[in-house]
């Protein structure tokens, strides 16, 4: 990528939302920086149709969980050779259970990857935005981050922990000119929700006012929103994509 370049970093954008989000992006007119941990395959497939459809995008093999290498990530890559406009804090992972038979290292890597990578590459991009007096950062957080979910103490902990960074963030950053918001997903149709019984998804939609599940473009109109020029005097809100699940 040139110098300068208008780039959109987004964090787990091989798959899944996190690539809906990047191809929205890049259609918006960002270039894109993609992160993921495994099938790297499926990170060039991205890269390869954003460039198709005329935009440019990269892709980085990185761990969330790794602050040193996230530093170094944006030290190597980042730090005055673009200009870094948006942050989309996207990459999860889940590790669910009750939580009297809970892991500690399933509670501890959940934890790590979900909220303390978001702070790392959050504090890592408001350096160079707020350098540039300018930036939109973006954090996925959950409905259930919300309101709960049995068997999910530790997703659920992470998620609520981001919408409390993401209100803090916008304190600490407005003065330079960043907005810091949250985007919330309700129960989105993903390869994960393909694999459930059906009565388990009537169950689902049962609960959901619209009776239908959420898409991954759902998620990305609204975080393409947020990274635009209507959001500008939007900061510090939890923007709730669920289909009235939770009002």
């Known amino acids: 990528m040139s110098d300068l370049s208008k780039v959109a970093l987004v964090t ?16 918006d007119g960002f270039e894109i920086c993609l992160t993921y941990v495994s099938r790297p395959e499926a990170a060039e497939e991205v890269v390869k149709t954003i460039q198709g459809a005329g935009g440019k995008a990269r892709a980085f093999q990185l761990d969330s969980g790794d602050r040193a290498a996230v530093a170094t990530f944006f030290k190597e890559e980042i730090k005055g050779k673009v200009s870094l406009d948006v942050l989309v804090n996207n990459a999860g ?21 979900n909220l303390t ?6 504090k890592e991009a408001s350096k160079i935005m707020g350098r540039q007096r300018s930036g939109r950062i973006i954090n996925i957080t959950s409905i259930v981050g919300q309101m709960g979910n049995a068997g999910q103490a530790n997703y659920c902990s992470a998620k609520a922990g981001l919408i409390g960074l993401t209100k803090s963030a916008a304190r600490e950053l407005a003065g330079r000119g960043i907005t810091v918001n949250a985007v919330a997903p309700g129960f989105i149709e993903t390869d994960m929700t393909d694999e459930l019984s059906e009565k388990v998804v009537e169950a ?7 009776k239908s599940l959420g898409q991954s473009e759902d998620i990305a109109a609204a975080v393409s929103f947020l990274a635009g020029p209507g959001a500008g005097y939007i900061t510090g809100q939890v923007l709730g994509v669920n289909g009235g699940m939770y009002m």
């Open 93 to 113: 992972i889940t590790r669910d259970g009750l939580m009297m038979r809970m892991k500690d290292d399933d509670w501890d890597k959940v934890i790590s990857i």
């Open 204 to 210: 689902m939609l049962a609960q959901i006012p619209l």
């Open 117 to 122: 990578g978001c702070f790392t590459f959050l």
């Open 12 to 27: 787990g954008g091989s798959r899944g939302i996190g690539r809906t989000i990047a191809e929205t992006l890049a259609a």
